[in-house]
Antibody
Framework: QVQLVQSESELKKPGASVKLSCTGS????????INWVRQAPGQGLEWMGW????????TYAQGFTGRFVMSLDTSASTSYLQISSLEAEDTAVYYC????????????WGRGTTVTVSS | AIQLTQSPSSLSASVGDSVTITCRSS??????LSWYQQKPGKPPKLLIY???NLETGVPPRFRGSVSGTDFTLTISSLHPEDFATYYC?????????FGQGTKLEIK
């Protein structure tokens, strides 16, 4: 079955770090970029960046540099998103999505990981 | 970076109505614009890619079109399951941008 499976919800304190995972199955993982998208409670979709699953090279959106790091374990068909120095404003659902490069659209999404940052 | 302006931000309609959502791009970069539907607690679902190509399995009552920098999503004959939030998304020079969303509610 073609799918992206994301890690479970996280509850973290401000200042902590979290590492989210996104594992692809049923397709050639390193043939399609993986994007990360954030959705704060009651808000719209915010594109965070993408990682080239062939080279491991990440590209970050403005506002998602520094504390946000995308990485890969191609042997495990998994992409990771690490967020450090967590703030309350990082409370959101984080989605990963597979991109089709011919038209640059995202046709396969994970179910999302909810990160709650609270003291 | 591209700016995408979706309008309206919300609209009310009845089952059987037709509605149109517009996404205006700040740059005439290309036709690589996609439309997604999102229901509460669910990930987005791709509807349209390349401005007017219907994703496999999406009903033909969903139609995308483009005129210059204005992209439109038209939903004909609304079904109850169509009431959701819709987003446009465009790609340019390594970066993606999403519109702010249009919430379609039952009148």
């Amino acid at each position: 079955q073609v799918q992206l499976v994301q890690s479970e919800s996280e509850l973290k304190k401000p200042g902590a770090s979290v590492k989210l995972s996104c594992t692809g199955s049923g397709y050639s993982f390193n043939s399609y970029p993986i994007n990360w998208v954030r959705q704060a409670p009651g808000q719209g979709l915010e594109w965070m960046g993408w990682i080239n699953t062939h080279t491991g090279n990440p590209t970050y959106a403005q506002g998602f540099t520094g504390r946000f790091v995308m990485s890969l374990d191609t042997s495990a068909s998994t992409s990771y998103l690490q967020i450090s120095s967590l703030e309350a404003e990082d409370t959101a659902v984080y989605y990963c999505a597979r991109e089709i490069r011919s038209y640059n659209y995202m046709n396969l999404w994970g179910r999302g990981t909810t990160v709650t940052v609270s003291s | 970076a591209i700016q995408l302006t979706q309008s309206p931000s919300s609209l009310s309609a009845s089952v059987g109505d037709s509605v149109t959502i517009t996404c205006r791009s700040s740059q005439a970069v290309s036709s690589v614009l996609s439309w997604y539907q999102q229901k509460p607690g669910k990930p987005p679902k791709l509807l349209i890619y390349g401005a007017s190509n219907l994703e496999t399995g999406v009903p033909p009552r969903f139609r995308g079109s483009v005129s210059g920098t204005d992209f439109t999503l038209t939903i004909s004959s609304l079904h109850p399951e169509d009431f959701a939030t819709y987003y446009c998304q465009q790609f340019d020079n390594k970066f993606h941008t999403f519109g702010q969303g249009t919430k379609l509610e039952i009148k």
